[in-house]
């Protein structure tokens, strides 16, 4: 066998059985969590560098939609609980490991791009 061929099969079980471990609704509740992140990170440093520029009105702009953004994270915390409370029964938790498994495969670099994407500047002079 190709030594290349085993290192790929080795990575492959450990993210197989590290998706099997947490499970697709953690895996989403952590892509979700992510995003959220990200916008966030955007807003303040959008917001710092308007109230730099002396932009007042943007930066109490984002600063509002860092409110909205808060209580929407807010609101889906009663959801992610009541997803993980439902996990917890024994035919629903063994699905969740199973498509768990094909979210970790197949998520990990999606989930990676994405924030990628959302955290990259794109030339709008954020970090001047």
Not at 31 to 47: D, E, F, H, K, Y
Not at 111 to 124: Q, T
Request: hydrophobic share 55%.
């Amino acid at each position: 066998m190709n030594l290349l061929l085993i290192a790929v099969l080795a990575v492959l079980i450990i993210k197989l059985r590290s998706g099997y471990k947490r499970g697709m609704v953690k895996e989403v509740i952590m892509l979700v969590s992510l995003m959220i992140l990200c916008i966030t990170v955007a807003l303040i440093t959008n917001a710092m560098k308007s109230y730099r520029q002396g932009q007042i009105f943007n930066a109490v702009l984002m600063a509002l939609m860092l409110t909205i953004l808060g209580a929407v994270q807010f609101a889906l915390k009663p959801i992610f609980f009541s997803a993980k409370l439902v996990v917890k029964l024994p035919i629903v938790s063994w699905a969740d490991k199973m498509l768990g498994i094909s979210c970790r495969n197949s998520g990990d670099d999606t989930a990676s791009v994405d924030a990628g994407f959302l955290c990259h500047d794109y030339g709008h002079g954020w970090n001047q």
